[in-house]
């Protein structure tokens, strides 16, 4: 059964793939927790409802249809092609870590609810990795997916515009502290990445327009949504973007855009530093992560050294478990009249993590990220086709958007946020051996199983030499 994007074709794994691709689109479309939705309308709230509602035995549906489609693309021929053995090994090892460290925190007292909610989420991104990496195999494939990440992230920031422009400029309310929800900052800031790298390979100006005029709606959602961790990861998401751009055409076209924006962007950052105006406030998200701490940076630092506390007084290797709270050093900036579980999700959930689960879960749970942003670099440089080399590259800045929601804004319970960071895995599970980035497993070899290649580019590199 052939499948390929843009061809009629047939097949259960073609289904599969437009179900989770589906499933994938209402995920980061449903409403919920968002400002709008309280005071406006939300127009999937359902999504949210139907799907990712615990059901009477806890497991929720959305979870019920990726397990099905992960056996239904097994089944399949090509669901059963070769992965990279390292990124298998360290998804497993993460969702071992997962459920061994939810035991000993239970078996130490710790609260099973609480554990159950602080480990369902990652544990749900570990399946979905897999699921993802059965039914998406080729970079076509993933090509598709960005356009339905695009769909998601253009209603999104529809929403948010109208909210703002009806609402809060017309006076109707008092600014809110966000319009969206925390972790729209993951999904914006990856499609403006998409759009940023499109840009720079693509040759063809009226595409290069259309890319600006969306990446100024997602750029004005997160202006309007007020996260500064948004401008942090779509700074760091260029810097990681350039450096793994190949030799050639494209990455000479960065450099001058970027010798020549770099003047205007110091102009800018001179003039904007300590200005409260709202087109200065990406300025002011550097300023306040480093030289002038605000009181959301004051509160942060307060729960880093609680956090910090927590790992000095359980044991060092092992944690205390999942189920626990963290130490709290000071109750000035305490949250708990507005949520009372607040000392187990802590805003740093890598340092959360390290806390809960010490040395030894900490690396088997985040043993995944370095394993896959190393695949997908290897993707980005040596992959034998343009868009595979994309896909790479995004796999990779992904990771990075993903490690700073995480570190800064309580990434591991916001759905955007791990499931962003399981197609990232995912891509670095099956990707790298069909874009002959990574050598062929010796067992499939062994049996005869031949990946799909990608086809290799038929002319060299515009410079005139391999890379």
Excluded at 205 to 234: C, E, I, T, Y
Excluded at 458 to 466: H, L, Q, V
């Amino acid at each position: 059964m052939l499948a390929q994007v843009g061809g009629r074709v047939y097949g259960s794994r073609v289904r599969v793939r437009w179900v989770l691709g589906v499933t994938i689109v209402l995920l980061f479309m449903a409403e919920a927790q968002s400002t709008y939705g309280d005071k406006w309308t939300a127009p999937f709230a359902w999504a949210f409802s139907i799907l990712f509602e615990a059901t009477p035995w806890k497991i929720r549906p959305f979870d019920h249809i990726t397990a099905l489609c992960l056996i239904v693309a097994l089944n399949s021929r090509d669901g059963k092609g070769p992965r990279v053995k390292s990124m298998r090994n360290a998804l497993l090892l993460s969702g071992a870590s997962i459920v061994i460290w939810f035991l000993y925190g239970w078996l130490r007292g710790g609260g099973a609810w609480e554990a159950s909610w602080q480990t369902y989420l990652p544990l749900s991104g570990v399946l979905f990795a897999f699921a993802i990496a059965a039914a998406f195999r080729t970079p076509e494939h993933y090509a598709l997916l960005a356009k339905m990440l695009f769909v998601a992230a253009a209603y999104r920031a529809v929403m948010c515009w109208c909210f703002y422009f009806i609402y809060v400029r017309g006076m109707r309310i008092e600014p809110p502290e966000y319009i969206t929800s925390h972790d729209d900052t993951v999904l914006w800031v990856v499609c403006m990445l998409i759009l940023a790298l499109y840009a720079i390979e693509t040759p063809n100006l009226a595409a290069r327009f259309k890319s600006f005029l969306f990446f100024a709606l997602l750029f004005g959602a997160v202006l309007f949504n007020q996260r500064r961790l948004a401008w942090v990861s779509l700074a760091m998401g260029l810097v990681l973007m350039f450096v793994l751009l190949r030799p050639g055409r494209a990455k000479r076209r960065a450099t001058r855009v970027l010798v020549f924006a770099l003047p205007v962007v110091l102009v800018y950052v001179t003039i904007g530093w300590g200005r409260p105006e709202r087109i200065f406030r990406p300025v002011q998200s550097f300023a306040t992560v480093s030289t002038e701490e605000d009181t959301s940076t004051k509160a942060r630092n307060m729960e880093n050294l609680g956090l910090i506390a927590t790992s000095n007084q359980s044991s060092l290797f092992m944690g205390t478990g999942w189920g626990h709270p963290y130490v709290e050093v000071s109750s000035k900036y305490s949250i708990a009249t507005v949520f009372k579980d607040w000392a187990y999700f802590p805003h740093n959930s890598i340092l959360g993590i390290l806390g809960y689960t010490g040395v030894l879960g900490f690396f088997g749970y985040w043993l995944a990220f370095p394993t896959a942003m190393y695949l997908n670099a290897r993707v980005a440089r040596y992959a034998t086709t343009p868009l595979a080399r994309h896909a790479g590259v995004i796999g990779a800045v992904q990771l990075v958007v993903c490690a700073n929601q995480y570190y800064g804004d309580m990434g591991i319970v916001y759905p955007r946020a791990v499931y962003m960071l399981s197609l990232s895995y995912a891509l670095a599970l099956r990707l790298p051996i069909l874009a002959g980035a990574w050598p062929m497993p010796k067992s499939s070899l062994q049996r005869g199983r031949e990946p799909a290649m990608a086809q290799v580019e038929p002319n060299p590199p515009e410079d005139g030499r391999r890379t």
